[in-house]
Each structure stands twice: as C-alpha cells, then as structure tokens.
C-alpha cells in the first residue's frame, strides 16, 4: 500500500478555515485519497474521498495537487465539534481495505 | 436505519476466557471488516469478508476467528484471551470498491486482565 504523511498535530481557532495536509508521492494512477476522521471515543467517520478532481460535501473539501502527490482537506469553519483525529488514507480501486496510520490530531480553540 | 452496531460496547475478559464481539449491518453491504485500535495508535485490519461465506487475514489475525453466514453479520471470535489483546474492535461495513466511504460502528472496549 502507498504511504501518507500527515502532520502529529495541528490547532486552529472555532469559526476559522482549516487546512489539514497530506503527502502521498507513492499515490498510484488508481488510487484514491480517503480521508476519516474519529471524534474520541468514537468509531472512524468518513469524510470524503476523491481521486484526480476537487471534491466538495457538507463536511468539508478536499483539494488535490495537479500531480496527485498531495492533498488537502479543508474545513471552511471549524467548530469545537471538529477537534478529532484526522486520517488521510491511500485505497487502490481493487483494493477494499483501508490502512490507517495516526492521523492528524485537530485541536480547535474556543 | 441503525449502520453498524456492534455489542457488547466494553467487556472485561480473564486470560484463558472466549467471547464473540458481534457485529450487524442492516445498509445490505457487501463488504464487512473488523478493525483493533491500540492507545494512541491507527486501526490495524485483523479480518475481512467480501460476502456471505468468505473471509480472509488483514494484517493482525492471530487469536482471532471469523464467521459470514449471512450478509448482515460478522461476529469476530476470541480464543484463550490474552492481554495483548486488550484493545478497542472496531466493525465496518463497505458497499463498493471503487471509492465510497465505510460506515463504522461504535467499537467495542476490551480489557483482559
């Protein structure tokens, strides 16, 4: 499986964008970029997947690089109830398993 | 519509000791696997099913067993518990494989002491 890198941590402030990143250089043409996030104590959460074009959901966005190499989620107003951790997965299109590393973890300031 | 629900939510196993974590999905997906969360780690994949009557290894599958008999449940099976095996299971349920999200459930809390 391609690999990701994805900061420990990040903070932000409540009501402020959020741009958390992701860097795949081993993406594959038919890979496609996942991104989960787990709220504590909580099951994983599926926030949006895309494979070459921007994509766009209630949830959030994700921008990814013209050479795929890298991608972006972006929350445009981050509350309190966004602080979770943050995971940016690599899924081959034959492949149905995810694998997760540690993810970002998002704290959002009051 | 419930998703995944699994039971029971927290368990306390002595070493030696069996349980079955059960896990049911009612969205008809094909796809189902169940996952371990260590403290302060990602999920490690122990066991997945593409359907009614198969199974196969993740990455952890030691001390574990699977059964599919149906496509809503995939209980995850438990022999001679050890403490390593304390952890939290997570279940999830996929319907494709080309993209898609996974809908999980809300984890079971195991500690054997």
């Known amino acids: 499986d391609a690999k990701t890198t994805q900061p420990n941590s990040m903070e932000s402030n409540e009501e402020e964008p959020v741009h958390l990143p992701c860097n795949h250089s081993t993406i594959s043409g038919t890979d496609y970029i996942h991104w989960y996030r787990q709220l504590p104590s909580q099951g994983p959460e599926y926030v949006i997947h895309?494979?070459?074009s921007n994509v766009n959901n209630r949830m959030a966005s994700l921008a990814i690089a013209e050479d795929r190499k890298s991608s972006t989620l972006i929350l445009h107003r981050a509350t309190l109830r966004d602080a979770a951790v943050y995971y940016c997965?690599?899924?081959?299109?034959?492949?149905?398993?995810?694998?997760f590393g540690k993810g970002t973890l998002l704290t959002v300031n009051p | 519509n419930a998703g995944v629900t699994q039971t029971p939510k927290f368990r306390i196993l002595k070493i030696g000791q069996s349980m079955t974590l059960q896990c049911a999905q009612d969205m008809n997906h094909n796809y189902m696997y169940w996952y371990r969360q260590d403290p302060g780690m990602g999920l490690k994949l122990i066991y997945y099913s593409v359907g009614a009557g198969i199974t196969d290894k993740g990455e952890v599958p030691n001390g574990y067993n699977v059964s599919r008999s149906t496509t809503e449940d995939f209980p995850l099976r438990l022999e001679l518990a050890a403490p390593s095996q304390t952890s939290v299971y997570f279940c999830?349920?996929?319907?494709?494989?080309?993209?898609?999200?996974?809908?999980f459930g809300s984890g079971t809390r195991l500690t054997v002491v």
């Open positions: 895309g494979l070459t």
């Open positions: 997965i690599l899924r081959s299109g034959s492949n149905y398993k995810l694998t």
């Open positions: 999830a349920s996929s319907y494709s494989i080309q993209g898609g999200g996974y809908t």
